[in-house]
């Protein structure tokens, strides 16, 4: 059994950031907790939680586009916590993004060819415009596009057919990791599991590894490895994508999983009393205010998964 390749290393990473009205005390709010996690070669981790719970801020940190307040990045072999200008950039290559709205991230003014092709003149500059064109119609055809769309504008495709090319643009400069943002929830049922399909075959071919940022969990058990659950910026619950599918035990997770859509609805178990509505706990677990089985002591817990969940009385 081949060992593991770490391509993707973040290590007590903190993000807050602060907030407020006119003539109002800015107040700050924590984004991302204390977030650890590892990340290696051909393997999907899948971040979930509700909207809010730090996935894509945790994105966005792991990629070096927001400055992290504290903790450590490393790209396979390269510690990129402090770098910055052309010195980030040329690192860059290693990790690119594909996002969520297929249509909102292509320039409507450039033509496929020049888009796609982008990231060669950064990170290849030398390459002549015909072999940019070349590599561009390579990288094209492996996300399912004929060279016959190369001068062809945004608008005149479908929205699967855009998120294709916003793959390749991913994929042109040959990066290890992909962080791949709500990438199909703007798509159709139909549609995405054409994109799932094409994402795992270039995983598959290439050895790629994904940071998959999802609320959608029927997507995640589909296509992850692993799986951290977030909420109100830390992770309550890790581990292999059977086990906490299977076996959830945090709460918050299992108040997740219950929420899915089902096909019937006799096929609806008991849900949790969680409450929505009643906010984040300041001090202890974060989520001891909307937990039905929150005690005393839960005041006094530190929010550190132990043996993959943080919870003091795990289910």
Known sequence: MSSKVSVL??????????GGGFLQKRQEKIAVNDLSFD?????????VGESGSGKSTTARLAMRLLD???GQVVWGDNNVTTLAGKTLREKRKHIQMVFQDPFASLNPKMKIVDTVGEGLK???PSLSKEQRRIQV???????????EVLDRYPHQFSGGQRQRVGIARALIVEPEVLVLDEPVSALDVSV???ILNLLQQLQADKGLAYLFISHDLSVVQHIADKVMVMFAGFVVEEGAIADVFNHPKHPYTKALLDARPIAHPNQRK???????DEGVA?????FALRCPFAKDDCKSFDMQAKDGVACLYPL
Not at 9 to 18: D, E, G, I
């Open 9 to 18: 290393r973040v290590s007590q990473l903190r993000k807050a950031f602060k």
């Open 39 to 47: 990340l290696n070669k051909g393997e999907t981790l899948a971040i």
């Open 68 to 70: 992290l307040d504290a």
């Open 122 to 124: 950064v990170h290849n």
């Open 137 to 147: 119609a390579e990288t094209l055809q492996l996300c399912g596009l004929g060279a």
């Open 192 to 194: 995405q599991a054409q």
């Open 270 to 276: 008991g849900l949790q009393d969680i409450q929505a």
């Open 282 to 286: 300041s001090e202890g677990c974060a």
